[in-house]
């Protein structure tokens, strides 16, 4: 395996040129979808650091060079991905998936951008404008509306990745980063914001219940504002608010639609 030399090339630069064939290797099995930047082991997610720290030396061994795709132009050290119709995944110009991108079959990708490192599920929308950052790890049965920012990450090789799990729903413009995790189901209202200090208030109960990182599964979330107090005064500041959860349907759509009618939330 080219784990052990690759952890030793991102030490010592000195050992680059000795570890360019794992590295190489590393980014197309990447590119495969047979690694993963980070995987859920036991409940938990965990990073697989050797990993990221592959596409930091990939940059590092890549050249600029012009390469075209249809009547687009690009200078770039990174190709865009090949072989799409094979891998049964839809790419709509001027979209654009980055080699050492993972899309499952049936992803489809309007015009967006998926970075290197990034793994997107099948049956998950990446809609217009929406770019999903390098290393993020989208599940399957996701929408990301249009214009979406889902941050990437590379450095430091421990910093875990923005994470969507299965069947989520991320309203126009959301913007996720610094590692949050979106569990399974949950569907954020248009703008949300939430990083990695973003107090998640369960607002459903008779207290306010805080969460931070991390939005539960099935939570209905919108975005919202608390007061805190400043020197010069009090003002308030952005927060996300879970306001109900969506039902346990076996059918997600019927479910998704329930939840955006229900609690009127802007998509």
Known sequence: MFEPLIDR??????????ARPAVEAAIAALDRGEVRVAEARDGEWVVNEWVKRAIMLYFRLAGLETFEAGPF????????????AAAGVRVVPPGTVRYGAFCEPGVVV???YVNIG????????????????????IGR???????????????PPAARPVIVEDG?????????VEGVIVGAGAVLGANTVITSSTAILDVT??????????????SVVIPGTRPKRFPAGEYQIPCALIIGRRSESTDRKTSLNDALRVFEVPV
């Open 9 to 18: 090339a991102y030490e010592d630069l000195g050992l680059l040129a000795e």
């Open 73 to 84: 132009e690009y200078h770039d050290k990174i190709p865009t991905k090949r072989g799409l």
């Open 110 to 112: 309007m015009p967006g």
């Open 118 to 137: 990034a793994r997107v599920g099948s049956g998950t929308m990446v809609d217009t404008w929406a770019t999903v950052g390098s290393c993020a790890q």
């Open 141 to 155: 049965d996701v929408h990301l509306s249009g214009g979406v920012g889902i941050g990437g990450v590379l450095e």
């Open 168 to 176: 989520a729903f991320v309203g126009s413009r959301c913007i996720l």
């Open 205 to 218: 109960g008779p207290e306010p219940v805080e969460h931070r990182g991390r939005v539960p599964e099935n």
